[in-house]
């Protein structure tokens, strides 16, 4: 008699603590989506922003047209060429951006610096939310590999979440210029 | 006439476009006139003395490659520099729409504006907030040209309008003589082709069928290959006992590509649709090459209607084996084609071209005025 109430009991326990660790799970991607939400939040407000400048007028019309055109590109990527048309976006104004005294000859324009700072925030902000995105698919994934969740299938039968590759520095790579405030820069 | 040039690419890097604007600037010239070209250079490139450097060109993601091209202000004030000491009866701008010098030129322009375009661009979607701008600019352009009808497509998409046709120029005189690759054509006879091994459109399953066809009963004939493409998915579709006289160059120079039109007795052009001019045809032309070619359209102007070079029934490899045949057997026909295509090959011939070019300039000018610099 014993023996059977031991052995409901630790049924028991084997039934809650799994259905804690699937609720985790779930926690967890609940996480993943809210920063890929951001993520493209992110993204969107960057081509916006990017085209806002584009059409701004305060570019030369060869710089506005390729901004306005990488710009176009990211927003209307295919899910499979989206990583490729955002890192062409970040190169497009890290080219623009990079020119000699760009800054200098932007200044006194009426609206320049607040569009300026503008694309630089919306860019900076793009770092941030594909670090935390990434950050949350690591950890989500290190998740789905425990052999309790793969043994209950407590992932469901979704694949594991993808990670968010792209260049997202407007400052290039071994650059010594320093970055200005806000700029984003690549660890490493 | 003092016609200024604006090459959108960085001359140090080879490309059609480049070599378009070389040939038309030192065609004018030899026509007798005064010619300037401005083009991004690298710092250490050396520039023929009628071209001024805008600067070094920067890669950037254009059309879903890397284009290097030259943008900004700097460039921008060294194109009006340009044009207000130029002092040009005409401005001649080539890919008016790509985001490089040309546009900056004709942004900042005034007067007599000619533009050429070569490449038919993949984006078929008009970009809204690039619109005003390539609108701005399409309304300073007085005439517009396009090298093939898909350029003439894109063109009337992204300035509206229309364009004359005047296709790509061929310069003669670079094809006409060139020592034969060593070993080449071979007692056995050779016959060639160039053009991507990939692209279907290109026809080299028809030329290889054919081959196979051919291969076995003339156990000396041979057959050179040139051009990019997947060597062994070529070879694939060659029959095992022939893959040793099949030659595949892979990419060539262009030295080595003039070399490989002496190379051979028959040249095959054995596309299967989609050629609007077919330069390669032009050049084989221009190096006095037998020709076997597929019954297109294009293909029979150019040739005109097979007097310059054969023509066989598209896609048919039976059709191609027996034209190929016959002209194997018949040197006296092989050198009365030769020599036609040399005559035929002189429409194409840059000063031809060029001449159709001025009289576009000459044309513009009579609406008055010369070039001037825009007060913006």
Redesign the interface.
């Known amino acids: 008699m014993t023996r059977i109430i031991v052995i409901i009991a630790v049924a028991l326990l084997v039934g809650v603590y799994i259905s804690w660790r699937a609720g985790r799970l779930d926690r967890m991607h609940t996480r993943l989506d809210t920063a890929r939400a951001a993520l493209d939040a992110a993204l969107l407000r960057r081509s916006s922003v990017a085209?806002e400048l584009?059409?701004s007028g305060l570019?030369?019309?060869?710089?506005?047209?390729?901004v306005?055109?990488?710009?176009?590109d990211a927003r209307?990527a295919a899910p499979g060429d989206q990583e490729l048309a955002e890192?062409?976006l970040t190169?497009?104004l890290r080219?623009?951006f990079g020119?000699?005294?760009?800054r200098a000859?932007l200044a006194g324009r009426a609206g320049a610096a607040e569009l300026l700072a503008e694309t630089e925030a919306a860019a900076h902000q793009v770092f941030l939310a594909r670090r935390f995105y990434n950050s949350a698919v690591t950890t989500t994934r290190t998740a789905r590999r425990r052999w309790l969740v793969r043994l209950f299938r407590l992932a469901g039968s979704a694949g594991p979440p993808q990670f968010f590759e792209i260049d997202d520095s407007l400052v290039a790579p071994g650059s010594d210029e320093a970055a200005p405030p806000g700029v984003s820069r690549l660890a490493g | 006439m003092r016609v200024g040039l604006v090459c959108p690419y960085s001359w140090d890097v080879p490309g059609g476009v480049q070599e378009h604007i070389r040939d038309l600037a030192e065609t004018l010239m030899d026509l007798g006139h005064q010619v300037s070209v401005i083009t991004p250079a690298d710092d250490d490139t050396v520039l023929p003395s009628y071209a001024v450097s805008a600067g070094r060109a920067?890669p950037?993601?254009?059309?879903g490659s890397v284009g290097r091209?030259?943008?900004?202000?700097?460039?921008?004030s060294r194109v009006r520099r340009w044009l207000k000491e130029g002092q040009f009866d005409v401005l001649h701008v080539h890919e008016p729409?790509a985001?490089?010098?040309s546009?900056?030129a004709a942004?900042s322009a005034t007067g007599p504006i000619v533009a050429t375009v070569h490449i038919a661009n993949p984006?078929s979607?008009l970009?809204?907030?690039?619109t005003?701008?390539?609108e701005y600019?399409g309304e300073k352009i007085s005439a517009r040209i396009a090298v093939s009808e898909a350029a003439r497509t894109t063109l009337v998409e992204h300035l509206g309008g229309d364009a004359v046709l005047i296709p790509n120029g061929v310069n003669v005189r670079r094809y006409e003589k060139a020592d034969p690759l060593p070993g080449w054509p071979g007692p056995g006879g050779a016959l060639g082709f160039l053009g991507r091994m990939d692209e279907a459109r290109k026809g080299l399953a028809v030329l290889l069928a054919a081959f196979g066809i051919l291969g076995p009963q003339r156990p000396g004939l041979r057959l050179l290959i040139a051009g990019p493409g997947d060597a062994e998915e070529a070879m694939e579709k060659v029959p095992p006992a022939l893959r040793d006289r099949v030659v595949l160059l892979g990419q060539v120079s262009e030295e080595d590509k003039v070399r490989v039109y002496h190379s051979v007795d028959v040249f095959c052009a054995p596309n299967t649709g989609g050629e609007s001019f077919g330069i390669v045809l032009a050049e084989a032309m221009a190096a006095g090459a037998p020709i076997v070619a597929s019954d297109l359209d294009a293909f029979r102007m150019v040739l005109r209607g097979g007097e310059a070079g054969e023509l066989f029934a598209t896609g048919d490899p039976d059709a191609l084996a027996q034209a190929a045949a016959r002209l194997l057997d018949d040197p006296a026909r092989r050198a009365e084609l030769s020599a036609a295509a040399r005559r035929a090959v002189r429409a194409f011939d840059w000063p031809a071209v060029a001449r159709e070019v001025v009289q576009v300039y000459e044309t513009v000018r009579l609406g008055g005025g010369s070039v001037g610099v825009s007060g913006r």
Request: aromatic share 8%.
């Open positions: 085209l584009a059409s570019l030369d019309p060869a710089t506005s047209l390729l306005a055109g990488a710009a176009h209307t890192s062409d190169r497009t080219a623009a020119q000699p005294d760009f000859s | 920067v950037v993601p254009y059309n091209v030259a943008f900004g202000f700097l460039s921008a729409a985001p490089s010098l546009l900056l942004w984006r979607r970009l809204h907030a690039a005003p701008i390539l600019v």
